[in-house]
């Protein structure tokens, strides 16, 4: 059943005035800034960058589906790379938590969003320009809405540089959903009837689904999952009242192994 809560905002003018670009915001509650994978930017390859967000002990965010409560945090990058679109950076598996019946899918402490860019060959700036524009709802015992545009300059490396690399970038890759799982949905009256191929040489354990779609999932109860030879299969109720696009339904779903292991994959349904 969804959940409706009452959350306390507090407006800032500052936050919500025309937002002047900063190289990393910072208030009591968040930091955020972009920072390179290497220390080393070059041409002619794809160089891996992540929005780095620190909150202060007890805060949280949220991820792109908040569930019960919250807003989704929204993230846009932009560059002086010609004719290269706009960018979404990649969002790591949420933290589920459920709090007397209301659950939430949050990021604590500090986490990583990466995104890759090609630098052409022929690219003509000595500085590579990324523009971020942010917004979110950081909550505690209440919450308070933000947003900021982020701009920082990195120096294209003339291949002197020493190859350095940020390892936290690179060890948060692992919590990154990475390739796609073909599944079939079924849709019920109250439930959806998920089904997935099982390729595993590790024993199951737990299975999750994170729905990206809002508005279509009760998660409040762990689903249980069934396999029959190499197909998985679990139910998942719907809210008491759908206000999700039922027509598309996008997620991730976590696999976890008795080993400890996990995998995470982007999932795509034929119905």
Not at 217 to 222: K, S, V, W
Request: proline share 6%; aromatic share 14%.
């Amino acid at each position: 059943m969804k959940k409706f809560v009452l959350i306390t905002y507090i407006f800032s003018f500052v936050l919500f005035s025309s937002a002047y670009a900063v190289e990393k915001y910072r208030d009591k509650q968040i930091s955020i800034e972009i920072v390179p994978a290497t220390k080393a930017i070059e041409k002619g390859k794809e160089n891996l960058f992540a929005v780095k967000v620190k909150l202060t002990k007890g805060w949280h965010i949220y991820w792109q589906n908040p569930g019960d409560a919250g807003e989704p945090t929204i993230l846009e990058i932009s560059t002086n790379i010609p004719n290269q679109q706009k960018i979404i950076p990649q969002y790591p598996v949420p933290t589920y938590k459920n709090t007397s019946g209301i659950v939430t899918l949050e990021y604590r402490d500090v986490v990583y969003f990466p995104f890759y860019l090609w630098i052409p060959q022929d690219f003509d700036k000595k500085e590579l320009e990324i523009q971020l524009k942010a917004k979110w709802l950081v909550c505690k015992h209440i919450c308070i809405p933000g947003k900021a545009i982020i701009t920082k300059k990195f120096q294209i490396s003339n291949g002197n540089l020493k190859f350095l690399q940020n390892n936290e970038i690179l060890n948060s890759l692992k919590f990154i959903p990475k390739d796609t799982i073909l599944g079939e949905i079924k849709l019920s009256s109250n439930s959806a009837l998920l089904k997935f191929p099982l390729n595993f040489e590790d024993r199951l354990h737990k299975v999750f689904f994170y729905p990206i779609t809002e508005g279509v999932f009760d998660l409040e109860l762990e689903p249980k999952f069934s396999t029959n030879g190499n197909e998985l299969s679990m139910r998942l109720p719907f809210v008491r009242y759908i206000w999700g696009d039922t027509s598309n339904i996008e997620g991730v779903v976590e696999f976890t192994f008795d080993n400890g292991k996990k995998k995470y994959f982007v999932t795509k349904f034929v119905k």
